[in-house]
């Protein structure tokens, strides 16, 4: 059974902090990975993918991939109030396009 | 436009009743798909058309009942619901579905369903 794994938090960080999400899972077969930003009541949104080993930035966003060891983690720098919500950890095997989503960590950004 | 459109927003039906959620989007993509997502929980994959084709479905029950009329639009009609069917029933979209590589999922703001 495939399976993604998030600390379901919360995770508090001061403002200006850095941020730190951590996702594993369990088929090594998986190819793509996202983190999609859900705030309380709405949509998820994404906001981050990766599908090579290392990083990848966008703005205050770094995701970072280590295949090997099967995780990947989401960076959030400078970290703002608005950051506060529930981040969701997709994975794709490549195979039926079905992601498999963590239950997600649910972050809040302190003043 | 980069938008996926779900209307209503709310819906309150009681188990007798018949309705239905519709999605729009006007991004060119030719994969929609529905997810129903519970409080505190991820969102659960139920439906995914491709090519106005249904491809998936996740072992769904018949009172949930898809249609695609075009590349743009996705319903799911509802019929006999029960109690523990109430959630956020969010559609997405993507540019393709190839069954091979996993596109990024553009989600819509959802309907939030109860069921009384």
Redesign the interface.
Known sequence: QKEVEQNSGPLSVPEGAIASLNCTYSDRGSQSFFWYRQYSGKSPELIMFIYSNGDKEDGRFTAQLNKASQYVSLLIRDSQPSDSATYLCAVGTGTASKLTFGTGTRLQVTL | DTEVTQTPKHLVMGMTNKKSLKCEQHMGHR?MYWYKQKA????E?MF?YSYEKLS?NESVPSRFSPECPNSSLLNLHLHALQPEDSA?Y?CAS?QV??????????????T?LSVL
């Open positions: 994969a505190k929980k991820p969102p994959l995914v998936i956020l969010l993507s579905f190839t069954g091979t590589t996993n596109e990024k999922l553009f989600f819509g703001s959802g939030q």
